[in-house]
Each structure stands twice: as C-alpha cells, then as structure tokens.
C-alpha cells in the first residue's frame, strides 16, 4: 500500500481500525446540499480524503489550514456564530455584498486572504450542545488546529488529553505566542510583538534608522508554514504508526529557526550581529536598491565579473580597474564611494528604461514593485498567481493563488472564502446525521447560526 492510499484509508476508517462503518461509507462522499461541482475535492490533490477541524482566527492558524485545503483537505472552520473569526470586522476594504439589502459593509480583504477552501460552521462552545458537536467534529476529523493561549480549551474539554481519548489518531496542532512550555508560554503573542522579542525587528530598517517590523506579519505567515509542514509530517506519521500526537508550535520558536544564517553567525562568532542593513547587504557591494527617475531598482553585484557587467551596463567600464572597486573586499571598504556613483547615475532614468538596459545581461537586477505592481506583473500572471472565484455574497473577487505546483495534481482555490455559518446545515447533517429540527433547535438556542 503506497503512502498516499494509507492516508486516505486511514481518514476513512480512522474511528476504528478496518472498521468500515455507516460513517466511513458517508466519508467518502460529498457533503449534502453543495451546489456547485467546484466543491467536489479532486482526488488527485494531495490531502484528499483528510478532514481538518480549524479553531482558528486571525492569520498564522487560518493561514496553516488554508494551505491544507489549498492541498485538498476538508477543512470546517468553527467561527463564534455572531462575530465570526476577528478578522471578518478588519476593513477597509471590503468585498461589498451584491445584495444591498445585507447587512455589513461586506467580506473583508484580510478575512478573504486566509480562508478559502474551507466550511464555516457558527458554533458557541460556551453552550454544553456546542461542545457535543466539537466532540462529535473531532471523532470524525484527522487534523485539529487551535490557537487559543495554553490549557485555554481545556475547561471546554477540547484540550489535546480529553480529545485524544475519542479519537486516538487524532493529529492536534497548537498555536501559540510562546509555546505550550517556557517562561513566556502564559503570554498572548501577536506577530509584532515576537518579531521584537525574538530579533527580527533588530535587523530590519535602514542602517542609521529605527528598527521596524517587516511591511507583512511574516512571524505569523513563518508559523503557520511551519506548522502546515508538521501536521503533513505528522500525517504520514500516522500511516505509519497508527497513532496522532499533539503538535506544539510558536511563533517565538519559528521567529528564532528563520533568522536562519544570522543566527548561526552569531552563535559562531560569540560577536554580536551587525544591526539593520536596509536593502544593502554586510559582505557583497553592489548589492542594495538604487534610486531611479521614478522609483528604485536593485542591482545584485554578488562577485567581480557581475560587478563588471554592471560598470558596462552603466556605461562607466573604467570602474572596473579602480583601485578601490576592483574585488568585493575592496568594494566593501569604500561601500560609500561606489553606492554613491552607482545612484547618481541611476537617478537621470526611469526603472523601466534601466530594466531594458539590463535584459539578458546574466547581471541580477529587479524593479521594486508596490502591490499593485506586482499583483499586475506580467510574470505574477503568467504563473497564474492571481485568480478570479465567484463569492457567494459579494459576486467575483480575485484573490492570490496558491504558489506551489505539482505535474500529477493542480492545487488552487476549489471554493471562495465562506460567508459566516454558511455550511452550518451541511456540516451537522451531512457528517453528524443532525435532523433539520435538531439544527433549527439549536439555532435558536444560539448553539449555531
């Protein structure tokens, strides 16, 4: 049995072992009530067959269950059934609703951003009912993702322990500020805060500015990666052995591992690091951005025969044999003298017209680009990066596609973003077997919406 199957046999029987009951027989086959064949997972995706339970908000967790939907789990997202996930209230800008008589300003940019491939389910586990259904959600899942602040689940009894105890092949992943250990793990931990503590923010800005945080919460997107790549790990695993585990991950502990060669100079040297660079670099010159007539470009000089092309391209060959420019080393001790020739003469063009000077040198160069400009690049959209769904609210939206693609499969956005609750009906009855009297129950007694 190849590793692939093993996955797919193991969610489909996961409750009990070769166990192939009414509820793995109902595993295998679409959700009642959808209505567009776009729902149907294609079973060449990677993660087809895996359901996720995603009690997530905000960024890092939806953003770790998005790629497992992107890679083609079924993903339920449990959202408080009045506010939903935080940010669905983070706008502008929003996606305006078609219907004007909705309520609401529309879905928020950011909420969409995060959220696609999935099933909202508006539950309140402050209500006993809510918790039965968690339990119930949990023992027909394979993956559980949470970040709620440690042992903060616990007295709703969604803890790893309690969980564990009715589906044994349960993979938890936990997501945290600072881990479920360790001094800081009580404190609640926002990407800006940890790019701080954990030296990001140290390194990033200009070489005689303040620190500042990167223009994306990267902590957040890092972590979630992270965590994505461990369940997978975790899931094969699994097909292995049989067994789930709990999976601890921390934006702190992904901040530390993605400072990456810094770090490892730093436990070297035994020296302290060389602070902010902005867009320059310590040990290679050229190699920054350069102001343009309108803009600004980055030439990488990375060693003396490109530092050569770019004197050519520049029209000042003559810098080759200075004795100050001739070697990198050279180049580094008098950084100031050529960074300033190199942008004087940047400055008398526009970035496009040094980008056709520079086609087909072998010379690294790039324009730096705004959002716009780069969601608008003709690469970006030849590598179909940016694609249109058709949202079930707010008509069609573009959104970023996902990046990584496979020969045997073809990853993407199968589903928009959902609407709040708008799979509440599917998810009790399709997979819970909830009678619609059971649903319309609970909705009044605010257990769903």
């Not at 509820?23 to 067959?49: D, F, I, K, Q």
């Not at 790019?195 to 990001?200: N, P």
Request: charged share 20%.
């Amino acid at each position: 049995m190849t590793m692939t199957v093993a996955l797919r046999v193991q969610a489909v029987a996961r409750r009990s072992g070769s166990c192939w009951s009414n509820n793995a027989l109902r595993r295998t086959t679409p959700w009642r009530n959808y209505s567009s064949a776009a729902s149907a997972v294609n079973e060449s995706l990677p993660l087809a067959g895996i359901r996720v339970l995603d009690m997530t908000r905000v960024l890092a967790g939806p953003y770790c269950t998005q790629i497992l939907g992107d890679l083609g789990a079924d993903v339920i997202k449990v959202e408080h059934p009045v506010r939903g996930d935080d940010t669905r209230a983070w706008g502008p800008p929003y996606a305006k609703y078609e219907d004007a008589s909705r309520n609401g300003p529309g879905e928020s940019a950011y909420y969409l951003a995060v959220n696609r491939n999935k099933k909202s389910l508006g539950l309140s586990f402050q209500h006993k009912s809510g918790v039965e259904i968690l339990h119930k959600l949990a023992k027909e899942c394979d993956v559980l993702v949470e970040n709620y602040l440690p042992g903060g689940l616990k007295k709703y009894g969604m803890d790893y322990e309690t969980l564990r105890e009715i589906n044994p092949k349960l993979i938890y992943a936990s997501i945290t500020g600072y881990g479920q250990t360790g001094p800081y793990s009580t404190r609640a931990g926002y990407d800006v805060m940890v790019e701080a503590e954990m030296g990001l923010m140290h390194i990033t800005g200009a070489r005689d500015g303040a620190p500042v945080k990167v223009g994306v919460a990267v902590t957040d997107l890092t972590t979630g990666l992270y965590t994505s790549n461990a369940i997978m790990a975790a899931l094969l695993a699994r097909a292995r052995t049989g067994k789930g585990q709990h999976i601890d991950a921390s934006l702190s502990d992904c901040q530390v591992a993605t400072l990456s060669n810094l770090a490892s100079s730093a436990l070297i040297s035994g020296k302290k690091d060389s602070g902010r660079w902005g867009t320059a670099h310590p040990s290679i010159v050229p190699y920054r951005s350069y102001k343009t007539s309108d803009g600004d470009i980055l030439f990488g000089g990375g060693n003396d025969r490109l530092f050569g092309v770019l004197c050519d391209r520049l029209g000042f060959p003559e810098w080759k044999t200075d004795a100050r420019f001739v070697t990198n080393s050279d180049r580094v001790q008098h950084r100031a003298e050529i960074d300033g020739l190199i942008e004087n003469t940047t400055r008398h063009k526009t970035t496009q017209e040094w980008l056709e000077i520079f086609e087909g040198s072998g010379m690294p160069y790039a324009a730096v680009n705004d959002i716009q400009g780069t969601l608008n690049h003709s690469h970006v959209q030849a590598r179909g990066m940016v694609t249109e769904v058709d949202h079930p609210a707010c008509g069609p939206i573009k959104l970023v596609n996902t990046p990584i693609k496979y020969s045997e499969a073809t990853p993407g956005i199968r589903t928009p973003p959902p609407t709040l609750g708008q799979h509440t009906d599917d998810i009790l009855g399709g997979i819970l077997d909830y009678s619609e009297a059971d649903i319309v129950r609970l909705k009044k007694e605010g257990v769903v919406s």
